[in-house]
C-alpha cells in the first residue's frame, strides 16, 4: 500500500505558479556551464577543475529533485486538503445564512444557519419554495449580475442576495448530482434586516413635517352669526383644530385669526393620511347658528432638509388648495403633490373686487401689447369659444387687433363660427395653428381661456413664443398648470369660463358694446356649462346673465343654435337607454360616435340626462374618438366627480369633469371607471 501510494505521489506534477519556482534548477546548472566554458578559454587546468565542480552540482541537483519533489508535492497537497476542509467547515459554521441551489431551485447544500433558520434538518434534493414560499422561481435573477429579494420568515425580514455561479465541478464534489442545466448554481445569502428596517422606519417617522391651515370661508361665516358668538364660534373651531393635531402628535401655533402653523413629524402626517384628514368634516359640524358651514385647507410641505424648505413646500401647497377652491389638504413632496378632500363646492363669494381687480389688470396689460391671440382647450366648446369672443372684445375695445385659435371646428361650434367670421371684422377673427405661430412674438399677449393645463390648450406651442400669458378659468387648479402667467385669474367657484369673462368684461369698460353675435357666445357658455341654470348656478352667474341680456343676447337665437339633428338625437338617447347602474347608484353607459361629426358632445349631453334619473349620484358617459376615449362625468351635489376623473388623468369641477385615456379600448376604459369608483368607495374619498 505504501509502494502504490508512492507510487501515486510520484505522478504529480509541478503546474503554474509554483512550477516558475523551480525555474533556478535549470538557470543556475546553465550558468556554470557558461562559467565553465569561459575558464576553460582562459586556463584548461581551472576550467577542468571548474567542470568538475558544475557536474556534482548538477548531480546533487537531480538528486535533491528526485529526493523532494514527492514529499513537497505531497505536503501541498496535504495542505490543500486540510485548508479545503478548514474552509468547509467555516463556511458550514459561517454566522449568515448560506446555500446553494439549482437553477430549478433544488437545493443543493446549505450550511447550519441556514439549516437552522429553515427549520428541517435534513433539506438536500428539496425545492427551496417548499421551505421559503417568498422564494419562488420568478425571484431567481437570469443572469450574473444577481438580484436582491426581501422576505418575512417567523416574524423576521430577509433580504436574500442570488448570485447565478457556474460551478459544474465544485458541486459534484459537493452534492454528488449535477445541476439540471449542468453550468451553473445559484447561491444563496440570507441577512436579517429587521433591526435595520425598524431604525428605517423609526427614521421615517421622525422626518420634520410643516403644515399651515387655513380657514377658507372664516368672514362669511363670521358675518352669519351675531356679535357676541363670534368668539365662542373662534374658540370652538380652534379647539378642534388644536385637539386633532395633539392626538396626531403636533403642535399648532395661531398665526392670525384664521391662520394657523402645523408642526409634526411623519408619523403624524402618516397616520392623518390614514385617518383622511377628518378634521375637514369635523370642523363643518361646528354650528352656534351660523347659516354657513365653516371650511379649512391644509397645505403641508414634507421630504426636505429642513424646517425652511418644508414651510415653503407647505405655502406653495396651500396656494395649491385655495386655486382649486379649498376645503381640502394638499401634500407637497418635492414636485409630487396629493389630494385629500374637496368633496364639496366652493362657496360663492358676494364681493366682486377680485374680479374689478383683475379686470384692470388685464386691460393695462392688452395696452400694452401689440395683438392679442386667444385660445380655448382642445375640441373648442361653446364655453371656451364665448369666453374666446368676449376677451377678443375686451381687445378691440383697446383699439388692439385681436384673433382666436381653432384646430378642427366640430359641428356643436360650427354655427356659432359661421356667425361670427360674417358679422364682419377689420382682421380674420380665427386663426389655425400655423397662422398662430407666424403672428406670436414677444409683443404678443396670449390669452388662455376655460384651461389651466398647457396639454389641454388648442396650441401649446404659442406658451413658449411669448413670455405674456393670462390664464382665465374656472377650473380647479391641478399638478400640471401653465407657469410663469404674468396674469392668472381661476375662480373654481364660478360656472363658467363665459361668467368670468362677463364679470371682467363689466369692469373692463362701463361702456363696452357687444355685439348680438358676441352676447349670445357668451350667454351659451353659461346656458351649456349649467345645464340650463340647473347646475353650478350661483347669484353672480343669474348678475352675469342679465348683464349679457342688457347687451342683446337672445334667448330664443340661442335656443335655436343648440338644435341638433335627428342622428345626434338617437346617439344621446341609445346612450341613455344601454347606462349601466354600477354599485347602485353611478350610470355608466358608453355613447356610439360612428357617423357623428362631435361624439364627446354627445356623449356630455348623454351624461347630463341620466341625472334626471333617480337614484343615480354620478353619471359617466365614454366616447371613443380619433383613438381616444374621452369620459364625460356628471353629478348634481352628492358626488364630487371632479376628484374621481383626476385619478384617471383628467380634471374639471365637482359636478362637471371628464377625463382622456389613450392606447385603450372601451372595454378597458369602463373597467379602469370602476375599479377607481370601488377604490375609492373603500377608502372614503367619494
Known amino acids: 500500500m505504501k509502494e502504490d501510494k508512492a507510487t501515486n505521489k510520484m505522478h504529480l506534477k509541478y503546474s503554474g505558479k509554483l512550477m516558475r519556482h523551480w525555474y533556478w534548477c535549470v538557470l543556475l546548472p546553465l550558468l556554470l556551464l557558461g562559467l565553465t566554458a569561459v575558464v576553460l578559454y582562459v586556463d584548461t587546468k581551472a576550467g ?10 548538477l548531480l546533487t541537483l537531480v538528486i535533491l529533485d528526485l529526493y523532494y519533489r514527492p514529499r513537497v508535492l505531497t505536503e501541498l497537497v496535504d495542505f490543500a486538503n486540510q485548508y479545503h476542509s478548514a474552509e468547509h467547515e467555516m463556511l458550514k459554521r459561517f454566522v449568515i445564512p448560506h446555500g446553494l441551489v439549482q437553477t430549478d431551485g433544488r437545493i443543493l447544500w446549505m450550511n447550519d444557519r441556514l439549516t437552522e433558520l429553515a427549520g428541517k434538518k435534513e433539506a438536500g434534493h428539496r425545492n427551496i419554495t417548499a421551505l421559503f414560499p417568498q422564494l419562488d422561481m420568478a425571484c431567481l435573477p437570469p443572469g450574473e449580475d444577481g438580484g436582491n429579494v426581501e422576505i418575512t420568515h417567523n416574524d423576521r425580514i430577509y433580504n436574500v442576495s442570488m448570485r447565478r455561479i457556474s460551478l459544474d465541478e465544485m458541486l459534484q464534489e459537493l452534492s454528488g448530482v449535477e445541476a439540471a442545466d449542468g453550468s451553473s448554481v445559484v447561491e444563496l445569502c440570507f441577512f436579517d434586516i429587521t433591526e ?49 393635531a395633539s392626538a396626531m ?30 378634521i375637514l368634516e369635523d370642523v363643518k359640524t361646528v354650528n352656534i347658528g351660523n347659516s354657513i358651514s365653516m371650511t379649512i385647507s391644509i397645505g403641508v410641505g414634507v421630504n426636505n432638509p429642513d424646517y425652511p424648505q418644508n414651510y415653503e413646500a407647505a405655502r406653495s401647497a396651500m396656494e395649491m388648495a385655495l386655486a382649486r377652491g379649498g376645503d381640502q389638504v394638499v401634500v407637497k413632496d418635492h ?33 400694452t401689447k401689440e395683438r392679442v391671440i386667444v385660445m380655448g382647450h382642445k375640441i373648442t366648446d361653446i364655453d371656451s369659444l364665448g369666453a374666446s369672443v368676449g376677451v377678443c372684445r375686451a381687445a378691440q375695445e383697446a383699439g388692439k387687433p385681436a384673433h382666436i385659435v381653432l384646430g378642427e371646428i366640430n359641428s356643436n361650434i360650427q354655427p356659432w363660427v359661421s356667425a361670427l367670421e360674417s358679422d364682419g371684422h377689420e382682421e380674420k377673427l380665427f386663426l389655425d395653428h400655423e397662422q398662430a405661430v407666424e403672428m406670436t412674438n414677444s409683443n404678443t399677449a396670449v390669452v388662455v381661456v376655460d384651461t389651466n393645463r398647457p396639454a389641454m390648450v388648442e396650441c401649446e406651442e404659442l406658451l413658449y413664443l411669448t413670455k405674456t400669458i393670462v390664464v382665465l378659468d374656472h377650473h380647479r387648479q391641478g399638478t400640471e398648470k401653465i407657469e410663469n402667467a404674468a396674469l392668472s385669474y ?17 369692469y373692463y369698460d362701463e361702456e363696452i358694446r357687444l355685439k348680438p353675435i358676441e352676447a349670445d357666445s357668451i350667454y351659451a357658455g353659461i346656458i351649456v356649462d349649467t345645464d340650463n341654470f340647473m347646475a353650478k348656478t350661483g347669484m353672480r352667474t343669474f348678475e352675469a346673465a342679465a348683464f349679457l341680456r342688457r347687451k342683446g343676447a337672445d334667448m330664443t337665437r340661442v335656443r335655436k343654435y343648440f338644435r341638433n339633428d335627428m342622428d345626434t338625437y338617437k346617439a344621446r338617447a341609445e346612450a341613455v337607454r344601454h347606462a349601466e347602474a354600477f354599485m347602485g347608484c353611478y350610470a355608466i353607459s358608453v355613447c356610439p360616435g360612428e357617423g357623428l361629426e362631435s361624439p364627446t358632445v354627445i356623449g356630455a349631453q348623454a351624461a347630463n340626462e341620466l341625472l334626471n334619473i333617480i337614484g343615480v349620484k354620478a353619471s359617466f358617459v365614454l366616447t371613443e374618438f380619433n383613438r381616444k376615449i374621452y369620459i364625460s362625468a356628471r353629478a348634481i351635489d352628492e358626488v364630487n366627480v371632479q376628484i374621481i376623473m383626476e385619478r384617471l388623468g383628467g380634471g374639471g369641477h365637482m359636478n362637471i369633469a371628464g377625463a382622456q385615456l389613450e392606447g385603450v379600448s372601451i372595454e378597458e376604459a369602463r373597467a379602469q371607471l370602476k375599479e377607481v369608483l370601488t377604490q375609492m368607495t373603500k377608502e372614503g374619498a367619494i
Do not use: W
Not at 48 to 57: E, P, S, W, Y
Not at 490 to 506: R, V
Open 48 to 57: 577542468l577543475i571548474v567542470g568538475g565542480f558544475t557536474i556534482a552540482a
Open 196 to 244: 435595520l428596517n425598524a431604525l428605517k422606519k423609526e427614521n421615517f417617522e421622525q422626518k420634520p413635517i410643516v403644515g399651515l391651515i387655513y380657514m377658507d370661508n372664516y368672514d362669511e361665516v363670521a358675518d352669519s352669526v351675531e356679535d357676541v358668538r363670534r368668539s365662542m364660534l373662534e374658540a370652538l373651531i380652534d379647539r378642534r383644530i388644536t385637539k386633532y
Open 249 to 278: 402628535g403636533g403642535l399648532t401655533k395661531k398665526l392670525e385669526k384664521d391662520k394657523y402653523l402645523l408642526v409634526m413629524h411623519q408619523k403624524g402626517l402618516s397616520a392623518m393620511e390614514e385617518d383622511r384628514f377628518s
Open 335 to 367: 414636485e409630487k403633490l396629493t389630494f385629500f378632500g374637496g368633496k364639496t363646492q366652493r362657496a360663492e363669494r358676494n364681493t366682486r373686487v377680485r374680479a374689478r381687480v383683475k379686470a384692470q389688470a388685464l386691460r393695462e396689460l392688452i395696452n
Open 490 to 506: 381661476i375662480e373654481p367657484s364660478a360656472s363658467s369660463a363665459c361668467e368670468m369673462i362677463a364679470e371682467i368684461l363689466q
